[in-house]
């Protein structure tokens, strides 16, 4: 293949910006619907018989009282409410609810509908704000050990701008997976951060074995006057490899995403979206950028 992916580079930026502005918007107008792993609390996934709505299952959530975080009596009627598989079954995410607590919940349910039994409590758990606090704090941390450990291996065996573009297009596929949930209002939940990590070393692979091939070309022809050639001669070489790997990867992935059923979805759909980010940043975001810099900087060195 012979692709011209250097003098298309700013098509490249605008798309990837493009992606950026649209993942910033659904952040700041929806917000990351975060499951109770992050913010603490109680998650019932109930069965109700018959067509329940969602405004029916906040008046009756309106009946019962709990303590908050910060001792405060307050009733359950600002709890999220989600429908599953249509409208039969309810996730509730309530503050964290002591058994007495769950136990006036179920009740109240019970009385508004006299179907509804044990068998239909399909799962109750719960998390403590602390313990959501200490996930985020160490989902923080594990990510920055890992920007960290990334950037200093690859400066010892390449050069430090090579680190830094491999970073930002680490950051960009973090931001496109994030940006995913925040439009699909997908619950984020402890998997999460697991498949973050995993995106990460999928996507830095990728660009790693692109940077090599770019510096082994630069060893047979090292002019700046044909870099972007060579460039383009290192993408193309390593191209059919990048494709092939990503697509051999989401075949069996898209099967745990479509054919897993809700119980690996969380953790199947982020790994899904995240390699076909990775593979798009490490060959149209990443090799671009350190170009640009080093013909950037040979400029203003001249």
Same mark, same amino acid.
Request: net charge negative; proline share 2%; charged share 20%.
């Given at each position: 293949?012979?692709?011209?992916? %250097?003098?298309?580079?700013?098509?490249?930026?605008?798309?990837?910006?493009?992606?950026?502005?649209?993942?910033?918007?659904?952040?700041?107008?929806?917000?990351?619907?975060?499951?109770?792993?992050?913010?603490? #609390?109680?998650?019932?996934?109930? /069965?109700?018989?018959?067509?329940?709505?969602?405004?029916?299952?906040?008046? *009756? +959530?309106?009946?019962?009282?709990?303590?908050?975080?910060?001792?405060? *009596?307050?009733?359950?009627? #600002?709890?999220? &409410?989600?429908?599953?598989?249509?409208?039969?079954?309810?996730?509730?995410?309530?503050?964290?609810?002591?058994?007495?607590?769950?136990?006036? +919940?179920?009740?109240?349910?019970?009385?508004?509908? @006299?179907?509804?039994?044990?068998?239909?409590?399909?799962?109750?758990?719960? *998390?403590?704000?602390?313990?959501?606090? /200490?996930?985020?704090?160490?989902?923080? %941390?594990?990510?920055?050990? @890992?920007?960290?450990?990334?950037?200093?291996?690859?400066?010892?065996?390449?050069?430090? $701008?090579?680190?830094?573009?491999?970073?930002?297009?680490?950051?960009?596929?973090?931001?496109?997976?994030?940006?995913?949930?925040?439009?699909?209002?997908?619950?984020?939940?402890?998997?999460?951060?697991?498949? &973050?990590?995993?995106?990460?070393?999928?996507?830095?692979?990728?660009?790693?074995?692109?940077?090599?091939?770019?510096?082994?070309?630069?060893?047979?022809?090292?002019?700046? $006057?044909?870099?972007?050639?060579?460039?383009?001669?290192?993408?193309?070489?390593?191209?059919?490899?990048?494709?092939?790997?990503?697509?051999?990867?989401?075949?069996?992935?898209?099967?745990?995403?479509?054919? =897993?059923?809700?119980?690996?979805?969380?953790?199947?759909?982020?790994?899904?979206? #995240? &390699? &076909?980010? =990775?593979?798009?940043?490490?060959?149209?975001?990443?090799?671009?950028?350190?170009?640009?810099?080093?013909?950037?900087?040979? $400029?203003?060195? @001249?």
């Amino acid at each position: 293949m012979n692709f011209d992916f %250097m003098a298309r580079r700013r098509v490249w930026f605008v798309a990837a910006l493009a992606i950026i502005l649209v993942g910033l918007a659904s952040l700041l107008i929806q917000g990351l619907n975060f499951g109770i792993d992050f913010t603490g #609390g109680t998650r019932l996934h109930l /069965e109700l018989p018959g067509n329940v709505s969602i405004q029916e299952m906040r008046d *009756v +959530l309106s009946q019962v009282e709990a303590e908050d975080a910060t001792g405060r *009596v307050i009733t359950l009627e #600002g709890s999220f &409410i989600q429908t599953v598989d249509g409208e039969n079954e309810f996730v509730i995410r309530t503050v964290p609810l002591t058994e007495d607590e769950q136990e006036r +919940l179920l009740t109240a349910i019970r009385e508004n509908w @006299a179907g509804f039994t044990n068998e239909n409590i399909l799962d109750i758990e719960g *998390v403590g704000p602390v313990v959501g606090g /200490e996930l985020i704090r160490n989902a923080l %941390m594990a990510l920055s050990i @890992a920007a960290l450990a990334i950037i200093g291996y690859i400066s010892y065996r390449f050069q430090f $701008k090579y680190a830094i573009t491999a970073l930002a297009a680490l950051f960009f596929d973090t931001f496109v997976v994030i940006s995913a949930f925040s439009i699909l209002q997908v619950e984020l939940n402890s998997p999460f951060v697991a498949t &973050i990590l995993i995106i990460v070393g999928y996507s830095i692979n990728d660009t790693i074995v692109l940077f090599d091939r770019i510096r082994e070309n630069l060893k047979y022809e090292s002019s700046l $006057k044909v870099l972007d050639q060579t460039v383009n001669r290192s993408i193309n070489q390593t191209l059919v490899r990048s494709l092939n790997t990503s697509l051999t990867t989401l075949l069996v992935i898209g099967s745990l995403l479509f054919l =897993g059923g809700e119980t690996i979805r969380p953790f199947a759909l982020p790994l899904f979206i #995240g &390699i &076909i980010s =990775g593979t798009f940043s490490s060959i149209f975001i990443a090799s671009p950028i350190w170009y640009s810099w080093r013909m950037r900087e040979t $400029k203003v060195r @001249a």
